[in-house]
């Protein structure tokens, strides 16, 4: 993470922090939904999309879980990359370099990401056209299941013995 994105987080955590300890709690998460929009975005963007890959048993819906996370960490990245009041970092041949201008790494890493989360997706959903072809299903339940039947999958251990006990080691 950027020197800009840690500095914006530990702003936002020791205000928090701060906010805590002097007991105006209610009113600073408020006002943290009311002024830090992008942030409040992507916490949501975050959870939802960690929520679909870990809870959903369709395939599909995992990769829209998947993408829905990466989102979240673009929409960090850039807001985290906002400096108030920064100009863009080009500056004219013999002009002097004042003011505070805005990093574009930080947009390029963005760029470069969402290049590569396309192809993931792209990867993703010609495995899933494949495994659907052959399986006939994307639930995830029940091809553990197909490939169990088929022996590709080992069989799932026993818990207890015979009579319900522990079993023997």
Not at 143 to 156: C, F, K, N, Q, V
Request: hydrophobic share 50%.
């Amino acid at each position: 993470m950027t020197g800009v994105a840690l500095g914006a987080a530990a702003d936002a955590a020791s205000g928090f922090a701060a906010a805590l300890a002097s007991g105006t709690a209610t009113a600073s998460a408020l006002d943290v939904l009311t002024t830090r929009h992008a942030y409040v975005a992507f916490a949501l963007l975050l959870c939802i999309g960690l929520y679909m890959m870990i809870a959903n048993q369709n395939l599909v819906k995992k990769i829209i879980g998947l993408n829905l996370f990466q989102t979240a960490i673009f929409l960090l990245f850039i807001t985290s990359a906002y400096v108030e009041g920064g100009a863009i970092p080009i500056v004219p041949e013999g002009a002097a370099e004042t003011g505070t201008f805005v990093s574009p790494l930080p947009h390029v890493i963005v760029l470069t990401a969402i290049v590569v989360g396309v192809s993931l997706t792209a990867v993703g959903l010609a495995l899933c056209i494949r495994i659907y072809d052959e399986y006939g299903t994307l639930r995830t339940d029940v091809l553990r299941e197909l490939l169990r039947d088929e022996g590709s999958l080992p069989e799932r251990p026993a818990v207890g013995g015979a009579d319900g006990g522990e079993a023997d080691e």
